[in-house]
């Protein structure tokens, strides 16, 4: 069987290239069927495909006569992971849907980008004869929306990318170079809407009101695709300003890997307060690098994290504070939740690498014998319809025949 892995990366979306890096390292340490040959069909120059994984450098638009020919030519039998129909699989598809966003909140959404998700969602679901989300949450969601297609769904949350590193570099010169204090806490995500920056400075400001100043790092683009004129940006500053916390906040925008390594290794606390998730990679980060974790109480959140996090509710300023308030002046014990924070958190997660792996080749396979099941099946439907033609035609014959005589 031969898979070919599309490329995820995306400019407006760092984690579609986090995901990609991962799914290629997973599969690279996974126990694969015999015969099981890999093809990676790159878009993004920059990932670099591990030793044993062949590399096909594609057009992110190219012509679909010549992307199917192309998968043809190689022997592609399965396609993933598939998120749309712009480059559709030669033979069996395995779909990627990382989450419904745009159900649960879709007033972040034009009309039009809400109406081609359910399009482009509806479309995987008919069209794969897999399709992977990342936690059970989402698989609920596509039930409801797909009860037709229920049954295609394999639950993969994937795991930190820091699992594929052999072994993880010195920490370096990260809090000196921008000039960050000692203790801080960290909320390393791009300013997207749904991630709901806009509760921190209330909340910071309640701490400060009951005598604990509590600095935040912030990394991540600040920038939103579906919000050109920066307002968000623009509001939380002023937000800031408003309730006087500009010496707990530290904006560092976008940051390299390694400066965020630092960052996570360095922190007290990950700060997750997103409105909406299919699976987290700050938190998967978090996790495998034993750090304690602050984060709203989504449901999927509560299947990522179990009992290893503060929980609030995204909505309320006051939550949040106090969340951060237990976890910041030392209350509770992390021991018990990280038993030796870095090197058994990064061991786990170096098996969920792994499992990962062998669980995305499970579908591949799996994606593959439904499509051969199905050609076969329609094989012989037109085996029966040719031989009742052929009776029939027959019967005409003989009939005819007798009248002439």
């Known amino acids: 069987m031969r898979i070919g892995i599309l490329d995820c990366s995306s400019p407006h979306w760092t984690a579609g290239e986090v995901y990609t890096r991962t799914l290629l390292a997973a599969i690279s340490v996974a ?8 093809v990676f069909f790159r878009s993004n120059t920059a990932v670099v495909a591990p030793t044993g994984i062949d590399v096909c450098d594609i057009d992110l638009s190219p012509n679909v006569s010549a992307w199917l020919d192309l998968q043809k030519s190689l022997g592609i039998d399965v396609l993933l992971p598939l998120q749309n ?16 966003q ?14 081609s998700r359910n399009t482009i969602y509806a479309q995987l679901a008919v069209i794969c004869e897999k399709v992977i989300v990342s936690s059970r949450a989402v698989a609920r969601d596509f039930s409801a929306l797909y ?4 049954e295609k769904t394999a639950v993969l949350p994937f795991p930190s990318l820091f699992a594929a590193q052999a072994e993880l570099p010195e ?36 701490l400060r009101h009951g005598g604990i100043n509590l600095p935040v790092v912030l990394t991540g683009a600040p920038v939103d695709y579906r919000d050109p004129s920066n ?98 002046v030392g209350r509770v014990d992390f021991q018990p939740m990280h ?15 792994k499992k990962w792996g ?48």
């Open 31 to 38: 126990q694969k069927p015999v015969g099981t040959k890999i």
């Open 85 to 100: 129909c712009i480059l559709p699989a030669w033979k069996a598809a395995v779909g990627w849907i990382p989450d419904f």
């Open 102 to 115: 745009h159900i649960h909140l879709p007033h972040l959404f034009a009309p039009h980008e809400a109406e």
């Open 147 to 150: 009860p037709q297609c229920k």
């Open 171 to 206: 920490v370096g010169d990260t809090l000196q170079k921008y000039r960050l204090p000692p203790k801080f806490a960290l909320i390393p995500n791009q300013f997207w809407a749904h991630k709901n920056h806009a509760i921190l400075p209330p909340a910071l400001a309640a």
């Open 231 to 328: 307002s968000i940006l623009s509001e939380f500053f002023q937000a800031v300003a408003k309730h006087g916390v500009r010496e707990d906040v530290h904006m560092l925008g976008a940051v390299s890997r390694n400066e965020l390594l630092d960052l996570l290794r360095l922190t007290s606390l990950v700060i997750q307060p997103s409105l909406s998730e299919g699976w987290n990679t700050t938190l998967e980060d978090a996790k495998a690098l034993g750090v304690p974790i602050a984060c709203s109480d989504l449901e999927v959140h509560k299947e990522q994290c179990g009992t290893a996090a503060f929980y609030f509710d995204p909505k309320d300023p006051r939550s949040l504070a106090e969340a951060l308030g237990r976890a910041w």
């Open 339 to 353: 038993p030796a924070r870095e090197p058994n958190s990064l061991q786990r997660a170096k098996l969920h690498l």
């Open 358 to 405: 062998e669980g995305v080749l499970e579908a591949a396979t799996s994606a593959h014998e439904a499509s051969l099941g199905t050609r076969f099946a329609r094989t012989t439907m037109g085996h029966r319809i040719t031989n009742m033609c052929c009776k029939a035609f027959g019967k005409l014959r003989r009939e005819a025949s007798a009248l002439r005589n």
